[in-house]
């Protein structure tokens, strides 16, 4: 379903004759949209996150950033080499109990649902904000021998405040998407941490 899904995204994308590099997490060397299909935007996305989740019907989703390219050379992987802050549009697509995406232009954050019925995404939440404070962490706590100590200790003061207020809650799915989806929803942290194992962590940069 990955190299699935990873076709489609790709073909959609280049279908709308509006990008010129194309970057996926499943491929190791960027994507060159052919010079008749070429727009001026880089996409870079992961077309199905999550993907070790589907048999057991967990929601899974995909994951992208747009850029702008900023030269009139031939397009090549550098063009998408670039700022965080060059990104014109981010989001992701949750598929669950229903489809929704979640988007971004700079302007704060929407949040769309397909409508089967029509074929559209129907705008349902407009710019929609974490809570400043939330109940609930969100981690692989199957690697806390290896976490480090600064970590360990952090989760250890969520779990036991030593203020006497209401420790945080554990939820955890395994699918990135559906993790930070309902931490934006509800608040509170999702943490991928580096660890003894993976010093550099294991989340992909974009």
Do not use: W
Not at 37 to 54: E, Q, T, W
Not at 72 to 90: H, M, T, W, Y
């Amino acid at each position: 379903l990955d190299i699935l899904s990873n076709a489609l995204v790709i073909n959609m994308i280049k279908s709308s004759f509006s990008s010129c590099v194309l970057v996926s997490e499943e491929d190791e060397k960027a994507i060159i949209v052919e010079p008749d299909k070429r727009g001026k935007y880089i996409v870079c996305f992961d077309p199905l996150d999550g993907s070790s989740n589907i048999d057991c019907l967990v929601s899974i989703g995909t994951i992208f950033a747009i850029y702008k390219k900023t030269t009139d050379d031939e397009p090549s992987e550098k063009d998408a080499l670039q700022s965080g802050r060059n990104i014109v549009a981010a989001g992701y697509a949750l598929y669950g109990s229903a489809t929704m995406m979640v988007l971004s232009t700079g302007q704060g954050v929407n949040c769309f649902m397909l409508d089967p019925a029509i074929g559209e995404f129907i705008l349902v939440d407009r710019d929609v904000k974490i809570k400043k404070r939330g109940k609930i962490y969100s981690l692989n706590e199957g690697y806390a021998q290896h976490f480090y100590p600064d970590v360990t200790e952090y989760l250890q003061k969520k779990k036991f405040p030593e203020d006497g207020s209401a420790p945080y809650g554990s939820r955890y799915v395994g699918s990135m998407v559906a993790d930070v989806h309902r931490t934006l929803v509800y608040g509170g942290i999702f943490l991928y941490p580096a660890n003894v194992k993976s010093p550099n962590g294991k989340l992909r940069l974009l």
